[in-house]
């Protein structure tokens, strides 16, 4: 059975950092690419930022360019969001997404909140 635990979630001051992470259970972690999506109250889901099966590869949403980085640790089955500088409008409940073409996996999420 395949799992996404996020965790790292909170209440944080605008400008301020957090790091989420999603550990991974339950698949060929190094197989599949991962991603950050968020969504906040009445709004659609959105792209954050993935990273590719062999990590050579990452993109961003251009909201969070520059602020955010992804990274991920195959030997842990993890992966990372490193969010700095962070707004208001950051704020939202943050999903993990495992992609492996046509397995596609999603964790509960963690809410993120920012105070301006």
């Known amino acids: 059975q395949v799992q996404l635990v996020e965790s790292g979630g909170g209440l944080v001051q605008a400008g301020g950092s957090l790091r989420l992470s999603c550990a991974a259970s339950?698949?060929?972690?190094?197989?599949?690419?991962m991603g950050w999506f968020r969504q906040a109250p009445g709004k659609e889901r959105e792209f954050v930022a993935a990273i590719t099966w062999s990590g050579g590869r990452i993109n961003y949403a251009d909201s969070v360019k520059g602020r955010f980085t992804i990274s991920k640790d195959d030997a842990k089955n993890t992966v990372y969001l490193q969010m700095n500088s962070l707004k208001p409008e950051d704020t939202a409940v943050y999903y993990c997404?495992?992609?492996?073409?046509?397995?596609?996996?999603w964790g509960q999420g963690t809410q993120v909140t920012v105070s301006s």
């Open positions: 339950g698949l060929t972690f190094s197989s599949y690419a």
């Open positions: 997404n495992a992609y492996g073409g046509k397995y596609d996996y």
